[in-house]
């Protein structure tokens, strides 16, 4: 789209995020569509990586049928992981640091090799090195949690923080597997892998099809956080999170008081 100034929109995103500080709903007042939107958000991760941080990996947002019927789109969609988002499993994060920080659980990843654009879900094994139960931290940096699809693209798909729990090699099945959420001990959440495009693994496919559009190409070595499970919950402050799924094990974190 001409003439939206990607690297400001950028700025304020990131001045929102660096000061935990709620903005309004920019993709109206500024005209983004999804392509420049996938503009803004790459001009905001370059912030990241200019201050000494590094690519890590890809995650995907919107992963649940329901959840894109609710916005009115058709396809899920993808943004960038950075070495500082991530939480040793176990590990604390401080939720003053964020807007109004959520978990949510998921599936994690390990890429053994680079996969082809379009390369088949069949060849799955050869390109995934191990799989993990893992906990995504997401913060709009939108005032209530609230946007447009635009909006959510520019924001890096509300990325704020991940934690990886043990890595396992891939079992045969990973397309119904019961995930729980835990807070304090209690379960908040319930579900199954099949709400992640019915298969984990087809996150996978979606995310090189969907990031190959913009030039970007999944790196051996790199986490991919397939989506998320269940809905996510509000991080309160000395909360211990722990995400359980089947056959895969746990993650963890905790809120400092």
Known sequence: MIGVDTTGVAARL????????????????VGLDVPTAYGVQAALVQRR???????????MGLTSRAKM????????????????MRVPDGGSVD???????????????LLDRLP????????????????APAIELIDSRY????????????DNTSAAAFAIGPWSPVPAGLDNLGVLLE??????QVGSTA???????RALDEGIRLAGRHGVRLESGWVFLAGAATAAVPLRPGAHVRAVVEKLGTASLRASS
Do not use: C, M, N
Not at 14 to 29: N, V
Not at 147 to 154: N, R
């Open 14 to 29: 990131g001045a929102a995020a660096d000061t935990a500080t709620a903005i309004p709903q920019l993709a109206a007042e």
């Open 49 to 59: 990586l200019d201050r000494g941080e590094r690519l890590v990996g890809l995650k």
């Open 69 to 84: 019927a609710q916005v009115g789109v058709d396809e899920v969609i993808w943004g960038r992981l950075t070495d500082a």
């Open 95 to 109: 939720p003053a640091a964020y807007i109004h920080p959520r978990v949510e659980p998921e599936v994690a990843f």
């Open 116 to 131: 082809e654009p379009g390369e088949p879900v069949g060849d799955f094994a050869t390109a995934v090195r191990a799989v």
């Open 143 to 154: 005032a209530d949690f609230r946007f447009s699809l635009p909006d959510v693209i520019a």
């Open 183 to 188: 807070v304090d001990g209690r379960v908040v």
């Open 195 to 201: 709400a992640i495009l019915g298969d984990p693994r």
